[in-house]
């Protein structure tokens, strides 16, 4: 079942639809259109990371594990999350949203977060379109994240969204070495003339631009090798596969994108600030693919989540990202539910020949 067949006839669809505008009404920052946000803070102590003794570190991606506290669907979802973790030992984990599907949202984020703190491993949240639609909004599932143990989610002050972050990797010299970006991709459209999906909006873009060009400039006028993590993907995931001449794709693909029905720009801003190699969302249950396109890679995490939604995509998993310090590009690979690694791959040098 595809992702508007299972919003269409699923019990859930009416909080799944109704829900959303009073979510985003009491969960939701706004800014005008003529406030420009501070000067960025570069990130604090806690969100600062250092590469193992061996030079590698290693981020676990989650994504879309729609756990709901007390369903007999879920313990599928947390069994997973525990064997990625106890599997792959990351030094960072990233969700990517739709962490939970269901009420009572705080003790779901807690069970299905757990493990996590249990680990003492630190990790961070995006947070996706569902999780805050039940009885919480998104901005008070934010808050209850950050009180949970291993969290270093801080949040931007003064821009769209709650859950945009930044993360950094420094080298054994002191140096930063990576920036980790997070985009709080919202929920819904509040725009009536354009309804669907949310986006990226042009404060959370302005504030990515001045952090980059920050970074830069720290970084001998050179662009910092960037990732980002967000959880609807934007419109270029869909161009990408329709310009099929200036794409390579790896992967699963098992259903179009669901992005927004507007295009913000982040894609473009990413190009002009020469930084990010890769875009790294959720989402779309049944797509696990990384596609080259137009000099960017548009990279889908595995689902790791359950039968409380749609799923053709099995078993479940996690994406897995490595980093070497003094090496450029990334390796990333997938890890399935029982032990399986598929689609183990070095970015760029997997995509230089078709």
Same mark, same amino acid.
């Given at each position: 079942?595809?992702?508007?067949?299972?919003?269409?006839?699923?019990?859930?669809?009416?909080? %799944?639809?109704?829900?959303?505008?009073?979510?985003?009404?009491?969960?939701?920052?706004?800014?005008? *259109?003529?406030?420009?946000?501070?000067?960025?803070?570069?990130?604090?102590?806690?969100?600062?990371?250092?590469? +193992?003794?061996?030079?590698?570190?290693?981020?676990?991606?989650?994504?879309?594990?729609?756990?709901?506290?007390?369903? =007999?669907?879920?313990? +599928? %979802?947390?069994?997973?999350?525990?064997?990625?973790?106890?599997?792959?030992? *990351?030094?960072?984990? &990233?969700?990517? @949203?739709?962490?939970?599907? @269901?009420?009572?949202?705080?003790?779901?984020?807690?069970?299905?977060?757990?493990?996590?703190?249990?680990?003492?491993?630190?990790?961070?949240?995006?947070?996706?379109?569902?999780?805050?639609? !039940?009885?919480?909004?998104? #901005?008070?599932?934010?808050?209850?994240?950050?009180?949970?143990?291993? =969290?270093?989610?801080?949040?931007?002050?003064?821009?769209?969204?709650?859950?945009?972050?930044?993360?950094?990797?420094?080298?054994?010299?002191?140096?930063? #070495?990576?920036?980790?970006?997070?985009?709080?991709?919202?929920?819904?459209?509040?725009? *009536?003339? &354009?309804?669907? !999906?949310?986006? &990226?909006?042009?404060?959370?873009?302005?504030? !990515?631009?001045?952090? $980059? %060009?920050?970074?830069?400039?720290?970084?001998?006028?050179?662009?910092?090798?960037?990732?980002?993590?967000?959880?609807?993907?934007?419109?270029?995931?869909?161009?990408?596969?329709?310009?099929?001449?200036?794409?390579?794709?790896?992967? =699963?693909?098992?259903?179009?994108?669901?992005?927004?029905?507007?295009?913000?720009?982040?894609?473009? $801003?990413?190009?002009?600030?020469?930084?990010?190699?890769?875009? &790294?969302?959720?989402?779309?249950?049944?797509?696990?693919?990384?596609?080259?396109?137009?000099?960017?890679?548009?990279?889908?995490? +595995?689902?790791?989540?359950?039968?409380?939604?749609?799923?053709?995509?099995?078993? =479940?998993?996690?994406?897995?990202?490595?980093?070497?310090?003094?090496?450029?590009?990334?390796? $990333?690979?997938?890890?399935?539910?029982?032990?399986?690694?598929?689609?183990?791959?070095?970015? *760029?040098?997997?995509?230089? #020949?078709?």
């Amino acid at each position: 079942m595809k992702r508007r067949d299972f919003i269409r006839n699923s019990a859930l669809a009416g909080l %799944a639809t109704a829900m959303p505008l009073a979510a985003e009404a009491a969960g939701k920052k706004k800014t005008k *259109p003529t406030e420009v946000p501070k000067e960025p803070e570069l990130n604090a102590e806690n969100q600062r990371f250092k590469f +193992r003794p061996d030079g590698k570190f290693k981020i676990l991606q989650f994504t879309d594990t729609h756990y709901i506290t007390g369903d =007999n669907r879920s313990p +599928r %979802a947390l069994k997973n999350v525990i064997e990625m973790l106890d599997t792959e030992k *990351p030094d960072l984990v &990233i969700h990517t @949203g739709d962490i939970i599907f @269901g009420k009572p949202a705080e003790q779901s984020l807690k069970e299905i977060l757990a493990p996590m703190g249990e680990r003492k491993i630190p990790f961070a949240v995006a947070i996706g379109n569902h999780d805050g639609q !039940y009885d919480k909004n998104r #901005k008070e599932v934010f808050d209850i994240v950050k009180t949970l143990p291993g =969290n270093i989610n801080r949040g931007i002050e003064g821009i769209y969204g709650d859950s945009n972050d930044l993360i950094t990797l420094v080298g054994a010299d002191g140096q930063t #070495k990576w920036a980790f970006y997070l985009f709080d991709s919202g929920d819904s459209c509040s725009d *009536p003339d &354009i309804k669907g !999906y949310d986006y &990226i909006h042009w404060d959370q873009i302005n504030w !990515y631009r001045q952090t $980059s %060009a920050k970074l830069r400039q720290q970084n001998g006028d050179k662009p910092l090798p960037s990732l980002a993590f967000f959880h609807i993907p934007v419109p270029e995931f869909t161009w990408g596969l329709r310009y099929d001449t200036h794409r390579i794709l790896k992967g =699963n693909f098992g259903e179009d994108p669901c992005p927004p029905s507007v295009n913000s720009g982040l894609f473009v $801003s990413m190009k002009e600030m020469g930084d990010v190699q890769a875009i &790294i969302c959720g989402h779309d249950h049944d797509d696990d693919y990384a596609m080259q396109w137009r000099g960017l890679f548009l990279i889908y995490g +595995r689902f790791s989540g359950c039968d409380t939604v749609y799923n053709n995509l099995k078993p =479940n998993g996690a994406r897995i990202i490595e980093l070497t310090e003094g090496q450029p590009g990334f390796r $990333s690979w997938i890890r399935c539910f029982g032990g399986e690694i598929c689609q183990d791959l070095r970015f *760029p040098d997997a995509f230089k #020949k078709y």
